[in-house]
């Protein structure tokens, strides 16, 4: 499937990937020729033992390989040797020409390359099933026959069972999925349930709805126990009409009532918070701090006694069946029981046990509480689904790098280590691992023969590494390791064999690139399969309110009756007037540029003074529009943030530095110059494409902040598990006192650094040590753990857990942006610029704002628009097509002009009906009064009829004048 997609993408797209190689050619060629003398004279600049660095541009290999690492990100150390050896200027033109050029085409590849692969999504019918999923299907389905569990419906069964609405009624009680009751469900989502408790009941009972007793089965619990219970069970059977069942009916449903109120849910929430910031304190300084730790114990085991209540209460209102049917309800249960556990363990002197950590996943409860939380879940847990059906192809794929590796690397990763200097022996002190053990030999203890924890000795490792490679954009380390491996067990030489970097070039392009085009494909193809049906991102409530608040129409500002605001007002709304002031801005960003720290006075007055002259300038705009607007200056939020800035200015530049000293903080002045460079977003009101940008952003802020408390929750999570897990861990490489897992703000920095993936097997080295690497019996004063080592499977897990978390949450998150974008394309096609163009060319027709205007001006109307609403002369025929209705005096109405207009942008479709009643709520089509009384189309019917009622009549006249004239003729020859 992968070679598949690579070779149809790439014979689609033969020109732009030869394009990509022959700009990777010229710019390598060109950087050898330009930098190759200056490198071979001036080396020792930039090397301490006066060698090439493995970045240079001496040779065409090696200005490949520059030239590819820039494209990866990896140019600062490029650029600054480059810098060091031939000057600042040649270096930083041919990096500022590389990096652009370069970048943009991989870009452009990978956007066209993830387009062209998946452009025409078909339905999950209309797929066909290759050789994979028809042996995963089998493999399926034999494992569910071995534990018994039926995999369909007999054909045979199913014709025996009569074709009767009553009895599928009754029947269909062993065939309904019922959905889980928790307590953030509303009334109607019971009700539903209740509707299908009914479906079991013969007609005679439907009937009986109408009972008041009846109207509240929504307020009822279910069964507790599962069919096969009470049939293994007769005594759980409970008659609850009558004595002690009816007693417990009524508890039950008092349970039920009690969990399903919002006050419920508000206060489980609370006690959520409570107990997640008690794991804040439980670091390893908690013992150092008594009156804390008692404090964090009894929180805790409040907050345990409260979350047994809450299960016990769920388990009486809803069932056993139902509570533990629902995954959420199981998230709750092993939290718990971790809790408990933990709590007994306490109690007996065992409290250092692994199993703790797993509390931390008690944020994860929060999950369920809010519907924006649930629905960001349920995406991702369909994403990784999809995700799944590529993932064994990127395995494959990756197996066959990590077969390689092992086959070119295995054993050749160790080398000769002095522990005292950390430094590595060259292959000319010590050549092999027998010399090196000669040395220990020798009483040389501080010399070890030591190996990279991250290498190829074996297929799981070789997996590590490459899963690091792919996450970390150029592992140095591997990479230098690989290059430099000479023989088994012999010390590494350097740059012993540069041509292995090819091996790493091979892998990020068929093992990164176009595997991570088919991860971002198959989770596009799903979020759009899936946004047509359901929300993906955001609840339906916050899509209205986005939609309520965003598209919310806009009500033109009415011309002023008054000459002199008239006059401001077409001055303020003109099209020079915001090209003037957008310069204005951009001037005034230009001179904010020009402060320095070690400016001059003469400097600084200029400044000063020019700083004074755009307030102005602003402070003049201000009353141009205040005066020009009236009140509807503070309509516009554009305007309302020029006038804070403005105001912010003002406040900033004539309150004296006295003032400021004695009276008021100085940091609120540096914020108040700070605030002025918020002026600049105001450009953004006069370029329309980036408008449409931050209109879309807007729009995905519900989704991105759903998204965003999510990542925290599993960040929060992740913290607390290393913090719990690995605080003991020796410090070593990124291990420090400001990275370590020691407390929570350090262990949060350490899980922001491996949700970034910059550098996270320097954070991962230090927890694969094993002995002699680490001490397992090392005493930590004042502390009850003893050494300093830790799991390497575990946190191997974690780091991997995290990682691929983290990249389905940052992936959504880009995606979400993306699919608003194009999304606000699709919804409007006329944009408010084209609405309001429109309004301003209406004005200039109609300045008595009546929104009508006469029919013999349309033509001219129609041609002084512009694109798209344009319709340019000659347009009469065009005109007389639309069909517009005329009002008594041959005057068109404002409004059906634009929807006539807007119809030949939009078409006919569902978009028009919402263009239309935006239209009518923003130009208030009920201020004209007058029914239409006939429309163009009828006019010029009416005028063709007209005319060829006039030739008919026409006609006849000079036919009956021709009968009279030869009538009297003859009357006249006959006289003589």
Not at 326 to 347: E, K, P, Y
Not at 355 to 383: C, E, H, I, N, Y
Request: net charge negative.
């Amino acid at each position: 499937m992968l070679m598949k997609v690579v070779w149809r993408s790439l014979s689609a797209l033969r020109y732009l990937t030869l394009l990509l190689f022959i700009t990777i050619f010229l710019f390598s060629v060109v950087g050898m020729e330009m930098f190759h003398d200056r490198y071979s004279h001036n080396f020792c600049k930039i090397s301490l033992d006066c060698q090439l660095p493995r970045r240079h541009m001496a040779d065409f290999f090696h200005a490949v390989l520059v030239v590819i690492q820039a494209m990866g990100g990896m140019w600062v150390e490029a650029m600054w040797d480059c810098m060091e050896v031939s000057g600042k200027t040649t270096c930083l033109l041919f990096f500022m020409m590389l990096l652009p050029i370069a970048n943009l085409l991989v870009l452009y590849l990978f956007l066209t390359l993830l387009l062209s692969s998946f452009d025409h999504p078909a339905s999950p019918e209309e797929k066909e099933k290759n050789n994979l999923h028809v042996a995963l299907n089998r493999i399926r389905s034999a494992v569910r026959t071995l534990l018994g569990k039926k995999t369909h419906i007999n054909p045979e069964h199913m014709g025996k069972t009569p074709i009767n609405p009553e009895h599928t009624a009754v029947d269909s009680k062993d065939h309904l999925a019922l959905t889980v009751v928790t307590s953030d469900q509303t009334g109607s989502e019971v009700n539903i349930l209740a509707i299908a408790n009914t479906a079991k009941m013969p007609e005679k009972g439907q009937e009986k709805k109408k009972h008041p007793e009846d109207d509240d089965r929504g307020n009822r619990p279910e069964d507790c126990c599962s069919d096969k219970c009470l049939c293994c069970c007769p005594f759980l059977d409970v008659d609850t009409s009558r004595g002690s069942g009816r007693v417990w009916s009524n508890f039950r449903r008092a349970c039920f009532c009690i969990v399903r109120h919002k006050c419920f849910d508000n206060f489980i929430i609370l006690i959520i918070l409570l107990s997640s910031a008690t794991l804040v304190f439980e670091d390893i300084h908690l013992h150092h701090r008594p009156v804390l730790q008692t404090v964090v114990q009894r929180v805790e085991q409040v907050t345990t006694i409260l979350f047994l209540m809450e299960m016990l209460l769920k388990w009486i209102a809803f069932g056993l069946k139902k509570y533990f049917s629902d995954g959420w309800c199981w998230l709750d249960f092993l939290v718990l029981q971790v809790s408990l556990v933990s709590q007994a363990a306490a109690m007996i002197g065992y409290a250092d046990l692994e199993l703790v950590s797993l509390r931390a996943l008690g944020p994860w409860r929060a999950l369920s509480r809010f519907q924006g939380l649930k629905v960001v879940v349920q995406t991702l847990v369909r994403s990784v689904s999809s995700v799944f059906s590529v993932l064994p192809v990127v395995l494959v794929v990756w197996l066959i790098f990590c077969v390689c590796g092992v086959d070119f690397f295995a054993g050749r990763f160790s080398f000769c280590f002095n522990e005292t200097s950390e430094e590595i022996f060259t292959h000319n002190m010590v050549n092999n691992k027998s010399e090196c053990f000669d040395l220990v030999m020798q009483n040389y203890s501080e010399v070890r023969w030591q190996n990279q924890k991250l290498n190829y000795d074996n297929v799981g490792s070789g997996f590590l590494s490459l899963l690091h490679l792919a996450a970390s954009a150029f592992s140095q380390d591997i990479v230098y390791s690989a290059v430099d491996a000479s023989m088994m067990e012999s010390q590494p030489v350097y740059e012993y064999n540069p041509y292995m970097h090819l091996y790493f070039i091979c892998f990020f392009i068929f093992g990164c690139f176009f595997t991570f085009i088919l991860f971002i494909g198959v989770i596009i193809d799903r979020l759009q399969r899936d946004k047509i049906r359901i929300p993906i991102f955001m609840t339906a409530e916050q899509q209205k309110d986005v939609k309520r608040l965003v598209m919310k129409p806009q009500k033109p500002v009415p011309r002023p009756q008054n000459q002199f605001q008239a006059r401001l007002f077409d001055l303020v709304t003109s099209r020079w007037f915001g090209v003037s002031m957008a310069t204005v801005i951009c001037l005034n960003m230009v001179v904010l540029m020009m402060e320095t720290n070690d400016q001059s006075m003469e400097m600084e007055i200029i400044l000063y003074w020019f700083h004074f002259l755009f307030i102005i300038l602003f402070l003049v705009e201000f009353i141009l529009k205040i005066v020009g607007l009236r009140r509807h200056y503070f309509t516009d939020g554009w305007n309302i943030l020029d006038f804070v800035v403005l105001i912010m200015s003002i406040m900033g530049i004539f309150l004296s530095d006295n003032m400021g000293r004695y009276f008021l903080p100085v940091t609120l002045f540096l914020v108040l110059r700070m605030l002025r460079v918020l002026r600049v977003l105001s450009i953004f009101r006069y370029a329309r494409g980036t408008r449409k940008l931050l209109l879309s952003l807007v729009m995905s802020l519900p989704a991105l902040f759903n998204i965003g408390v999510v990542l925290v929750i599993i960040t929060f999570s992740s913290s607390v598990f290393g913090m719990s897990t690995f605080g003991f861990v020796k410090r070593e490489a990124m291990i420090d006192d400001i990275f370590n897992f020691e407390t929570f703000v350090s262990s949060v920095l350490c899980v922001f650094t491996i949700s970034t993936s910059a550098s996270w097997g320097d954070l991962l080295r230090p927890l694969l040590n094993t002995p002699p690497d680490c001490d397992p019996f090392m005493e930590h004063p004042g502390f009850p753990v003893i050494g300093n080592c830790s799991s390497p499977a575990l946190a191997i897990a974690f780091f991997v857990s995290h990682l691929f978390l983290c990249f389905l949450l940052l992936v959504h998150l880009y995606i979400a942006v993306v699919m608003e974008t194009f999304g606000s394309d699709d919804d409007e096609q006329l944009s408010e610029d084209d609405l309001q163009m429109f309004h301003n060319t209406w004005r200039e027709f109609d300045p008595e704002a009546s929104q009508v205007i006469q029919y013999s001006q349309l033509s001219d109307f129609c041609d002084a628009l512009q694109d798209p609403l344009r319709i340019p002369k000659p347009n009469s025929v065009r005109l007389i097509h639309m069909d517009l209705p005329l009002l008594p005096g041959d005057r068109i109405r404002c409004v059906d002009v634009l929807l006539a207009l807007a119809s030949q942008v939009v078409g006919d479709s569902e978009k028009m009906n919402a263009l239309k009643a935006k239209m009518e709520e923003r130009f208030n089509p009920s201020k004209v009064s007058c029914e239409p009384i006939s429309s163009t189309l009828q006019r010029k019917q009416e005028v063709v009829a007209a005319t060829v009622i006039q030739k008919a009549y026409r006609k006849h006249v000079l036919q009956d004048r021709d009968a009279q004239e030869t009538t009297g003729e003859s009357v006249d020859a006959g006289g003589h």
